[in-house]
């Protein structure tokens, strides 16, 4: 019985494949390219929606970078003394200028921190002040100073200051977000003061013989 169903299936193929119309239904190519691109289409559609945060995420991180230097280089143009110290008001125009440089990108969730590291040693430190918004204000003694820093730009002469900005941004990609969710774009910058020893901010530190302290 078996025997009788394959001949009868192999007669039925024989006489397709001689009619015309079942020859060029097998040998035709017509769609071949549309199932192509429909197979590989998600995966050039994936690949250019991450190239387009990526750009925005490098864009994104480049204004970080220059948003913290900018902090730093107009904080270290203060000085002490009751015309050349940082008061509050100041202090909170200065970070503002994050805002600026953030743009078009919206700056109302970066934490910006301004302080001043006091360095007591060649390899101790303290803070100084810290100023912050949307974060949380640094205290206590500091161990972020690079390796023989102090030691090569205070002249073995102690206690000398450092003026440290940072800005850390939560960029949130428009199309990748459910994948990687939000990522924290940051950087961190180190001055000296320019035009004097330390910066006040808020009479601190306090001044003795005219030096910081």
Not at 89 to 104: H, L
Request: net charge positive; aromatic share 8%; charged share 10%.
């Amino acid at each position: 019985m078996a025997m009788m169903i394959e001949n009868a299936l192999g007669r039925l193929m024989a006489v397709m494949i001689r009619r015309p119309a079942c020859r060029r239904f097998i040998a035709s190519q017509r769609g071949v390219a549309a199932i192509e691109f429909a197979m590989i289409m998600p995966v050039l559609l994936i690949l250019f929606l991450s190239s387009f945060d990526v750009g925005n995420a490098i864009i994104v991180y480049l204004k970080v970078r220059t948003a913290a230097y900018e902090l730093a280089a107009i904080t270290n143009q203060y000085g002490t003394g009751s015309t050349a110290q940082i008061s509050t008001a100041t202090m909170s125009a200065i970070t503002s200028a994050t805002s600026a440089v953030m743009a078009p990108f919206p700056s109302s969730a970066a934490i910006v921190t301004i302080s001043q590291i006091k360095a007591t040693s060649a390899t101790a430190a303290t803070v100084s002040w810290s100023y912050t918004v949307n974060g949380t204000a640094l205290t206590g003694s500091y161990t972020g100073l690079p390796s023989n820093m102090a030691k090569n730009s205070c002249n073995n002469t102690y206690p000398c200051y450092f003026i440290l900005s940072s800005v850390q941004y939560p960029y949130t990609p428009l199309f990748g977000h459910y994948m990687t969710g939000s990522l924290t774009l940051s950087d961190t910058l180190l001055m000296t003061p320019r035009v004097s020893q330390c910066v006040q901010y808020n009479n601190v530190p306090a001044l003795s013989s005219g030096k910081c302290t």
